[in-house]
């Protein structure tokens, strides 16, 4: 949790595992939570938002509250739902859902890999105090992850091209004054968003970079010299 006064796992059965170190105190969360899907601490650590996997391999979105020790679905079983991302302030929860998912939607059958293409997100966000769910106006395309950053910008990871496993992820920025998303960096390999959600760590090949969350970088920006 934010403040470290709880560990979380997934164990080898879908199981969200929430431990207060300081009492030992174990929970098991509601539902069942693939051991590759992410899972988000609310800012204030009273809350954790997951993707619920269901019998149809789609996921709801589903929240968890440790005050009252249950979960509430957000989604419906209609879509596809995963990568929750809460806001700085934690009054809303951003997400990625997609409706055409379910060709690439099979256990160990490698020919859904032909489909994987095909698969597209848009994000959506939830407001946690009036309730509601508003989708943003980005283009559905294929995204990975979302990052809830300082000011309310939004940063998504995007899978290249039209091709499987073809070429590097790119980063695009999320305005949310102007409602518009922009290019932020290409070539990405991994990324990883500052604690007060200010600056941006990257790489891109075996060259490293810290970039503010504020302007597009110029290429090889804020690049570490190791």
Known sequence: ???????????????????????????????????????????????????????????????????????????????????????????????????????????????????????SWSVYKVNLSGGGIERLPIPAVRYADVLAAAEGALFLTEDPGESTFAGKRRLARYDPGTRKIEPFLADVDELELSANGNTILYRSDSAWGVVPIDKTPAAGAGKIDL
């Open 1 to 119: 949790s934010p403040d470290g006064s709880k560990l979380s796992y997934i164990d080898r059965f879908r199981k969200l595992h929430v431990i207060d170190t300081a009492t030992g105190r174990e929970r098991v969360v509601e539902g069942e939570v693939d051991r590759g899907d992410a899972y988000a601490w609310s800012p204030d650590g009273r809350s954790i938002a997951y993707p619920d996997l269901r019998s149809t391999l789609f996921r709801n979105l589903a929240i968890y509250s440790l005050d009252l020790g249950k979960s509430t679905i957000l989604t419906d079983g209609i879509g596809d739902a995963h990568r929750p991302a809460f806001s700085r302030d934690g009054s809303a929860l951003y997400f990625l859902g997609s409706t055409n998912a379910g060709k690439a939607k099979t256990g160990l059958d490698l020919s859904v890999l032909a489909h994987m293409n095909d698969v």
